[in-house]
C-alpha cells in the first residue's frame, strides 16, 4: 500500500510555527494518524463542504484528501473557537483575488 504524503498551505505553516511546543508536538501528532487513516477526520457542511476536520484536542486540523494520488492537503489549522469562521475569510479572500485574476 502506498503511503500518504502532506502538503500545507502557507497559512497552515505559519499558524503552526508560532504554536508553543506542546501544541506543536500535539499538531505532528495528529498529522501522523492521519497520515494512517486520512479520513479519519469529520466531513464539514455548509460553505467548508468537501473538506475534513480533525479534532486534536482544543486545536482543529482543516484538510482534503487526494485518495488517488495519496496526498493530504492541510488548508488550515487554529483553536477550534474560531477556526471555522478564519477559515471562510480566509476562503472568501482567495475567491476574490481569483475573480480579480490577482
Given at each position: 500500500m502506498k503511503k500518504f504524503r502532506v502538503r500545507f498551505t502557507p497559512e497552515a505553516s505559519r499558524f503552526i510555527k508560532k504554536l508553543h511546543p506542546d501544541?506543536?508536538?500535539l499538531i505532528r501528532n495528529s498529522i501522523d494518524i492521519l497520515l494512517k487513516d486520512p479520513l479519519k477526520g469529520d466531513e464539514l457542511h455548509g460553505e467548508l463542504k468537501g473538506f475534513l476536520s480533525f479534532k486534536p484536542h482544543r486545536y482543529r486540523i482543516i484538510y482534503k484528501t487526494d485518495l488517488n494520488e495519496h496526498w493530504i492537503d492541510?488548508?488550515?489549522v487554529g483553536h477550534r473557537r474560531d477556526v471555522y469562521e478564519n477559515?471562510?475569510?480566509?476562503?472568501?479572500?482567495?475567491?476574490?483575488?481569483?475573480?480579480?485574476g490577482t
Open positions: 501544541i506543536k508536538k492541510i488548508y488550515y477559515f471562510k475569510r480566509l476562503i472568501e479572500q482567495m475567491r476574490l483575488c481569483e475573480r480579480r
